[in-house]
């Protein structure tokens, strides 16, 4: 059973550039989550989807972010500009059911730095 | 708003000793917890959670952890660590923060490194 994948792996790219980060939930999973992991803030939840609705972006931190699900299987996080406080891991993480008792499963992370 | 802390920033052990991670929260309401593992290089992993029920849960790989509603805890315990518990450890929160949603909330981990 294949979990979170997300990609790429890792991103390296100079500030002002476009970032696109992509995740596939795990299939029959109806929430996904975006998180940042930086050493300053710890996990960070940055918005969420339930049946590819977002229902909560207040941790997005600016509108140079932005996020979709055009469908069940599939989302993106962009960054548009970069800038080199953007640099972290973000994880894509998938659950059953956004209000159950049902825990996360997380991908593997994309780390991104902006020079 | 809810908040999580995990009190040590860094753990190191030799093999054999005893681990406690302390972990708080701030939440007067229900709440789901959880702890996660997070391997060198690897994704996070749960280790064990609690809904409800007898506190002291057992997770994976010998790991346990209690939680103590009056004293708003949930630490991660295990009797005998070895090298490969080697990892970062995050404690996480769900509660409902409102408008039918609820909320995980991470701690922002405690480093555990064992010595051979």
């Known amino acids: ?115 | 708003a809810q908040s999580v802390s995990q009190h040590n920033h860094h753990v190191i052990l030799s093999e054999a000793a005893s681990l406690e991670l302390g972990c708080n929260y701030s939440y007067g309401g229900t709440v789901n917890l959880f702890w996660y593992v997070q391997y060198p290089g690897q994704h996070l992993q749960l280790l064990l959670k609690y809904f409800s029920g007898d506190p002291l849960v057992k997770g994976i790989k010998g790991f346990e952890a209690e939680f103590i509603k009056s004293k708003f805890s949930f630490n991660l315990r295990k009797p005998s660590v070895q090298w490969s518990d080697t990892a970062e450890y995050f404690c996480a929160v769900r509660a409902y923060s409102g408008a039918g949603s609820y909320q995980l909330t991470f701690g922002k981990g405690t480093k555990l490194s064992v010595i051979p």
């Open chain 1, 1 to 115: 059973d294949a979990g979170v994948i997300q990609s790429p792996r890792h991103e390296v790219t100079e500030m002002g550039q476009e970032v696109t980060l992509r995740c596939k939930p795990i299939s029959g999973h109806n929430s996904l989550f975006w998180y940042r992991q930086t050493m300053m803030r710890g996990l960070e939840l940055l918005i969420y989807f339930n049946n590819n609705v977002p229902i909560d972006d207040s941790g997005m931190p600016e509108d140079r972010f932005s996020a979709k699900m055009p469908n069940a299987s599939f989302s993106t996080l962009k960054i548009q500009p970069s800038e080199p406080r953007d640099s972290a891991v973000y994880f894509c993480a998938s659950s059953l059911a956004r209000d159950s008792n049902q825990p996360q499963h997380f991908g593997d992370g994309t780390r991104l730095s902006i020079l």
